[in-house]
């Protein structure tokens, strides 16, 4: 099992690296592929991807008596893990029937819509301040391994810097930053007036079935009360094994009173994106990106269609940067009302069940209020290998910072938040 793991994982990443990301694939190995899963990271580098590039398609083979694991690229939700024994028969997977945004079609609009004249040349050349960034990319600073950095104050870019082989248009896999673009997703659907019902899981609404108690609200806050078998952080069947996310998310049993303990977990985001597709099948994550000016976002789905909207967003540091602007902005966007009005208020408000540790929960969204030298309003979007996005709307101010951090050597996001609000007026 380990070896078919670690070849959907490799088929996968590679996929993804090479046109979501429009990575080498050096560059692929070298971050993507390191610092991973512990029991596939000796495999995956023993294994061969084997690349075709007109069909848009890598196969990573694991034994000689099975068939090669494939991930498939599509221009609208970027790659797809296909099950062991999949074969291109001409049949098409769901996103390959949509339409959106080509990727940088509108870079050359204003930012933030694109990216012309993004930046503010008054900040962007203080010296304490570049320094500052610059330290970001040094592991004694603030640990971890930074592969970018753009902070937005007022609405123009102050400050950008990425590591070599890295730029703007680069997308990195978000990681655990998706959960809070999934939440983000739930507002898009509900402002677009559709109802996402109060038993959101349609499986659970039969008789006697105790999950009927989960809302939607659970299941944002990370309270559904689900058992799963992990700490709640992975989901291999789906990220590694081509599992369809609806038949692995649904079938947990209920452990703990819905709203009574905080379990953080793929399967309550992925179970609430689920719900928001149900009330509203024909709205989709990509509508809401390419509204935003996220062109290079992609929201990966499985085969079946149904989005991994836990970890499997891969997206540039701006189009982080532009979903941090539309928070600032209270869900508005060039006038017009992307998220309800008090969505913001809604995901940060801790009413839910919360963490032990220094970070509060509010609906998908980290909560940084106990931070020292941190405003009580900054709330932010945390993934794994340090992606992160702070928004502290009483300073007008977005945080970006990616990276590719090993397990022991994590970015402080805390510290450097504290140490870029000091340069701040």
Not at 172 to 199: C, E, H, L, M
Not at 270 to 279: E, F, H, I, P, V
Request: proline fraction near 7%; aromatic fraction near 10%.
């Amino acid at each position: 099992m380990d070896r078919a793991q670690a070849a959907g994982y490799k088929a996968q990443f590679v996929c993804s690296g090479l046109w979501n990301g429009n990575k080498t694939l050096a560059d692929i190995e070298a971050d993507e592929l390191t610092g991973i899963y512990p029991h596939v990271a000796a495999i995956v580098p023993t294994l061969k991807a084997d690349i075709d590039e007109p069909a848009h398609q890598v196969s990573v083979a694991f034994a000689e008596d099975m068939p090669p694991r494939v991930a498939r690229h599509n221009p609208v939700t970027g790659c797809t893990s296909m099950p062991i024994g999949w074969t291109s028969d001409g049949t098409r997977l769901p996103a390959e029937a949509l339409e959106r945004a080509i990727p940088g079609s509108a870079d050359a609009l204003a930012w933030p819509m694109g990216d012309a004249d993004a930046s503010d040349p008054r900040i962007m050349m203080i010296t304490p301040f570049d320094t500052l960034v610059e330290s970001a990319f040094e592991a004694k600073a603030f640990g971890g391994k930074t592969s970018g950095v753009v902070i937005v104050h007022k609405g123009r870019v102050v400050q950008e810097r990425y590591k070599p082989g890295h730029d703007m248009h680069t997308a990195q896999r978000t990681w655990s930053v998706a959960k809070s673009i999934a939440g983000t997703y739930v507002g898009f659907v509900r402002q677009k007036g559709f109802n996402i019902p109060d038993v959101p899981v349609r499986e659970w609404n039969v008789g006697g079935d105790p999950r009927k108690r989960i809302t939607l609200d659970h299941l944002l806050r990370m309270g559904s009360g689900l058992v799963s078998d992990s700490p709640g952080n992975r989901t291999d069947a789906v990220y590694m094994g081509a599992g369809e996310v609806r038949q692995w998310t649904t079938l947990w049993p209920m452990l703990h009173q819905p709203g009574s303990a905080f379990r953080y977990s793929n399967n309550d985001i992925l179970l609430a994106t689920l719900a928001a597709r149900d009330a509203a099948p024909d709205l989709h994550p990509h509508q809401m990106f390419d509204a935003l000016g996220m062109t290079r976002t992609w929201a990966e789905t499985d085969w079946q269609g149904n989005y991994i909207l836990s970890s499997q967003v891969w997206t540039t540091a701006r189009d982080m940067a532009r979903m941090g602007l539309l928070y600032l902005n209270d869900g508005s966007w060039n006038g017009q009302r992307i998220l309800p009005e008090g969505w913001r208020d809604y995901v940060t408000r801790p009413s839910g069940p919360q963490p032990e540790g220094p970070f509060g929960y509010g609906a998908s969204f980290w909560l940084m209020s106990k931070s020292e030298g941190v405003p009580a309003d900054a709330f932010a979007a945390f993934g794994n290998r340090g992606q992160y996005l702070v928004m502290i709307p009483s300073r007008d101010l977005v945080i970006v910072r990616r990276g590719y951090d090993g397990p022991d050597d994590q970015f402080n996001i805390a510290k450097f938040t504290a140490e870029v609000l000091k340069q701040i007026r």
